[in-house]
Structure formats: C-alpha cells, structure tokens
C-alpha cells in the first residue's frame, strides 16, 4: 500500500515511540483469548524462524535480540548496519512485507512469519540490482556505511512508485541519514533509476 502523503515518516513515528515498543513486544498476547493473560517468551533463548531472502533460518535467540543482531551476529547477514541503534539513522533498513522498517528497532521473535528482506538479497551473486547501479552511476555512496539501507529505501519505494516525483523521492529517503553528504546523489540514482519491478 502506498505511503499517503499525509501519513507519519519513519523518523516521526519512531520520535513518538521509542524503544517502548520494543521492550514491550517481548509479552505476546497468546493466551488472553483463552482467559489465561499474555503469555510470555523468555528471558532464555527461544526458537525462532525467520524468512530472509526467501531462506528459512531457524535458531535460538533471547526475546530480547533485535532482527538486527539476529541477522548479524547469528546469521551472518551483515548488510544492514548498526549505526544508532535507536531508530534515527536508517542503516539497518530491510524491506518486510514490501514496507521499510528499521531492523534494530524490531525485535527477532515478533519478526517471525513475514517476509524479511535484506540488501543480500536483491541480485545474485556480483550482479547488481538497478538501484545498486544507479548509486554506483550517480556517486550516491562514499564510505558505504549508509548505502545498503538508503538502497533498501529506494528498492521498496520505486517497487511501488517507479516515477516518484522528488517529493516523493525525498519522502521515502527521509528515514535515512548520510553523514558523508550523499544526499544529493542518492536522490539523483532514486529519480533515474528504470526497471525497478515488484521483489
Ligand atoms: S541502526 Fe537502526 S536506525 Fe540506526
Ligand atoms: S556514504 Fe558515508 S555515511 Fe553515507
């Protein structure tokens, strides 16, 4: 579903929430529709199944553990970087369920049965995905700390508007910060990149 235009950003949202939410989800609500109360998982390792890149992981983790660390330290999906570590700067972006999310503001339990997607996975092998190109073509990386979520952003942002205005553009990006000063390449690679087709 596309973003409206009056809808909260990214960085909104998460300005109100915080990490609340995050220490909260780790009491689930399954049994209450028996009358038992929420049920809770942890403080031990849980099993957890997670759907990245179209590969089923299974492994066991404490509730506590972001989508983030799961990925990173127990999985070797390493991609998505930790910058903040608190939902302001967007280097952990992976696309769920065709929506941008900030993996180190989710937590691993609660990221079970949905569809996880990750820079890794957007071409095979060396080849690279149009947008990776196109931040190649118009110089929208120089360290590459940021790079892999900013192309995250633009993935699910042109998989569901492949002309964005600049507005648009500026709007899907806004989650998203670059310390070295990219931005004006970034926006150029996620204006002109064609080809861009339904992940
Ligand atoms: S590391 Fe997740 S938003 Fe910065
Ligand atoms: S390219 Fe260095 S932080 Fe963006």
Known sequence: MARKKASVSRRDFFKTVGAGSVAAAVVTAGGEAQGQGPSVSGPG????????????????????????????????????????????????TVIIDGRT??????????????????????????????????????DGLMCGFCTPGFVMSTVALLEKTPNPTPEQAKRALDGNICRCGTNIGVLAATLKTKGVTRG
Request: charged share 20%; proline share 3%.
């Open 45 to 92: 390792e849980v099993a957890v199944t997670l759907l990245i890149n179209g590969q089923r992981h299974q492994l066991k983790v404490e509730p506590r553990v972001t989508l983030l660390d799961a990925m990173r330290t127990r999985l070797d999906i390493t991609g998505m970087k930790r910058v903040c570590d608190r939902g302001s700067c967007g280097a952990c």
């Open 101 to 138: 999310y900030y993996s180190c503001s989710l937590l691993a339990i609660e990221s079970q049965g949905r569809n996880i997607r990750t820079v890794e996975g957007l071409a095979p092998g060396s080849a690279l995905h149009p947008v990776q190109q196109a931040y190649c073509d118009h």
